[in-house]
């Protein structure tokens, strides 16, 4: 079992920047994919970013190219998303996501506000 925590969300001004982090608990995994899904108001949950372990390249939405970056710290078990320059269209309910042997993982979210 596999369990997923986010933190770091909060409001911010339009052009400012907020880390969110997400530590991995449980069993450990040789091969994964992890990333980033985001879900506003009234839409569907979209991708933000996500590479698989080890090695892959990090892909990323074409809407936050250039303004996020995605990393992990292998010791601490945790992924970081840098986000710079954040939109109020950024605003949205932030989830870390794992697929571990064909297994999904979710974590429980958090809440990122972008407003002046």
């Known amino acids: 079992q596999v369990q997923l925590v986010e933190s770091g969300g909060g409001l911010v001004q339009p052009g400012g920047s907020l880390r969110l982090s997400c530590s991995a608990s449980g069993r450990t995994f040789s091969t994964y994919y992890i990333g980033w899904f985001r879900q506003s108001p009234g839409k569907e949950r979209e991708f933000v970013a996500g590479?698989?372990?080890?090695?892959?390249?990090?892909n990323y939405a074409d809407s936050v190219k250039g303004r996020f970056t995605m990393s992990r710290d292998g010791n601490k078990r945790t992924v970081y998303l840098q986000m710079t320059n954040l939109k109020p269209d950024d605003t949205a309910v932030y989830y870390c996501?794992?697929?571990?042997?064909?297994?999904?993982?979710w974590g429980q979210g958090t809440q990122v506000t972008v407003s002046s």
């Open positions: 590479f698989r372990c080890c090695g892959g390249n990090t």
């Open positions: 996501y794992a697929n571990i042997l064909s297994r999904e993982y």
